[in-house]
């Protein structure tokens, strides 16, 4: 008996060690989020996006390019506030066996505000202020403001930091010119730049661009025909 009440004081102090340690984490994120928003509110971070010289109204971008984001980004953009409970409990499962910070299950929403205000640093309390910010944002900007920011903010390598930039600086066009082979591929760099952009790796863009392709179609943004013949070889579609 003596044993039995030392494993329950034993598993009510984990229990009480591990409930603290979450608090704290939360906390701490909570303290980030206030800490950024206060040194520079969001109205402020957007209007400094808006004001780029590259950027793109959505309006300007081919659909494809808007739907391949979507699919591959973050495929329940429009039906979330910004979190997707989904994808942080696979990613959470992910880690646990990785015994790692490898994955985030971050939405497009939490990636513009990683990138407006934080840093690529993985660390627990820096996920959640992101989380706390996405919230900020999907209570501020439409879905559709939210996808316009996010292509004008996003790195493309090479020194390109929005869709303007890529599609002019790789294939010498405006966003609205683009082929869809062109759009779908542009779609697949931000993921790695370093090992995605074309004039890093011809092979591995291509393959990529495939992969944006297939994701388009398993979420219903591109019918099934759309695959066959020229679309892989990289002709325009019609």
């Known amino acids: 008996m003596r044993y039995l009440k030392v494993l329950k004081w034993m598993g009510a102090g984990l229990l009480a060690a591990v409930l603290c340690g979450v608090l704290w984490v939360l906390g701490r994120g909570y303290w980030m989020y206030r800490s950024a928003v206060n040194e520079a509110p969001l109205a402020q971070k957007i209007e400094e996006i808006r004001q780029k010289p590259g950027f793109t109204p959505l309006s300007e971008l081919p659909s494809v390019y808007i739907n391949g984001v979507v699919a ?54 820096r996920k959640i202020a992101e989380v706390f910010m996405a919230w900020l944002i999907e209570d501020s900007c439409t879905k559709r403001e939210i ?17 303007k930039d890529a599609a002019e600086g790789y294939f010498g066009k405006e966003p609205s010119e683009l082929s869809f082979y062109e759009a779908t591929m542009l779609v697949g760099i931000p993921n790695a730049p370093s090992a995605y ?11 990529r661009q495939a992969q944006v392709v297939q994701r388009m179609q398993k979420y219903g943004y591109l019918p ?13 579609a019609p």
């Open 197 to 207: 952009a074309p004039t890093k790796s011809p092979e591995l863009a291509a393959q």
């Open 147 to 163: 996808l316009e920011l996010y292509v004008n903010a996003i790195y493309f390598g090479d020194g390109y930091t929005c869709v």
């Open 72 to 125: 591959v980004e973050d495929h329940r953009f429009y039906s979330h506030h910004g979190v997707d409970l989904f994808a942080i409990g696979r990613a959470a499962w992910n880690n646990l066996w990785a015994g790692r910070l490898a994955e985030g299950g971050s939405t497009i929403t939490q990636q513009l505000a990683k990138n407006l205000y934080f840093t690529q640093e993985k660390r627990f309390e």
């Open 224 to 236: 099934p025909q759309r695959l066959s013949g020229g679309l892989r070889r990289g002709i325009a």
